[in-house]
C-alpha cells in the first residue's frame, strides 16, 4: 500500500483529502504546520507528498527545495494561488505538478494515480549493475558477456565463457572433467570429454601469463580442474 504524506493546515481541506485517497486505497498521514510537515516529510518513508504552498512556519517552497535535496519522492504542490510566478517557481524547486485550489477530489486522486505510476516506471526502468567477478587482474562481466584481463579485452567463445565463469564463481573447488562437461554442456558425459581439455587450454591461453605454470587454472592431476584464488 502506497503512503502519502499531507501537508495542509486547512483541516477540512486535508480531510476531504484523506478521505478520497484512502477510498482509493492509500495509508495516509497529515501534518499541519510547516515545521512538522517537514520534519516528517524528511524522517519519513513516503510514496509521494501532497503539500500545501501557503503554510505557517516553513511554507511549502522551502519544504519543496529541502525534501529534494534529498529524496526523490513525488511532490504534488496544492495551493489557492493561481498566479504562473508560484507555479513557475515550484515547478523550477523541483516540485512533480502544481494543483490550484479549488480542485476536484477525484481529480486530485487521478493526478497522485498518475505520478505513483510515472515514480514506479522510472525506479523499474533504472539501469541496474553489471554482474561482476572481478579475482587478480580477471573480470568477468557475466551480464555483458565479456572478459577482461589486466584490462585488456580477451574474446571468448561461449563454452569458453561459461566454463571460466563456472569455475570463477565455485574458486577453490575441484571438478572433474566429467562434472564440467554436464554442467557446461548440459548433458551425461557419454560424449567425448576432451572438449573439456581442449576449452581448459584454450582459456588458459587467454588468461595465464605462462601457460606451462598457470596462476588461475590448476590441473590436480587424476581429478580435475581447480579455480585458484
Not at 517552497?61 to 517557481?89: G, W
Not at 490550484?100 to 539501469?127: C, D, Q
Request: net charge negative; with cysteine.
Amino acid at each position: 500500500m502506497s503512503k502519502i504524506l499531507i501537508v495542509e493546515d486547512e483541516e477540512s481541506i486535508a480531510e476531504l483529502e484523506k478521505d478520497y485517497l484512502e477510498l482509493s486505497g492509500f495509508e495516509v498521514h497529515i501534518e499541519t504546520n510547516g515545521e512538522s510537515g517537514l520534519k516528517e516529510a524528511l524522517d519519513g518513508e513516503y510514496d509521494l507528498i501532497l503539500l500545501d504552498l501557503m503554510l505557517p512556519g516553513v511554507d511549502g517552497f522551502e519544504i519543496c527545495k529541502r525534501v529534494r535535496k534529498v529524496k526523490n519522492t513525488p511532490i504534488l504542490l496544492v495551493s489557492a494561488k493561481k498566479d504562473d510566478i508560484d507555479k513557475i517557481r515550484g515547478l523550477g524547486l523541483g516540485a512533480d505538478d502544481y494543483v490550484t485550489k479549488p480542485f476536484s477530489p477525484s481529480e486530485l486522486v487521478a493526478r497522485v494515480k498518475a505520478h505513483l505510476a510515472r515514480y514506479e516506471r522510472l525506479i523499474g526502468s533504472a539501469v541496474q549493475e553489471n554482474e561482476i567477478i572481478e579475482i587478480r587482474g580477471i573480470k568477468i562481466d557475466k551480464t555483458a558477456r565479456r572478459v577482461y584481463v589486466n584490462g585488456e579485452e580477451k574474446q571468448f567463445t561461449t563454452k569458453e565463457f561459461d566454463l571460466l565463469t563456472f569455475l570463477a564463481q565455485n574458486p577453490n573447488r575441484v571438478f572433474t572433467k566429467e562434472e564440467l562437461f554436464r554442467e557446461i554442456w548440459d548433458m551425461e558425459s557419454v560424449g567425448d570429454i576432451a572438449t573439456v581439455t581442449v576449452h581448459i587450454k584454450k582459456i588458459r591461453e587467454k588468461i595465464e601469463f605462462d601457460t606451462a605454470k598457470p596462476q588461475y587454472i590448476e590441473t590436480i592431476w587424476g581429478v580435475g580442474y581447480r579455480f585458484k584464488v
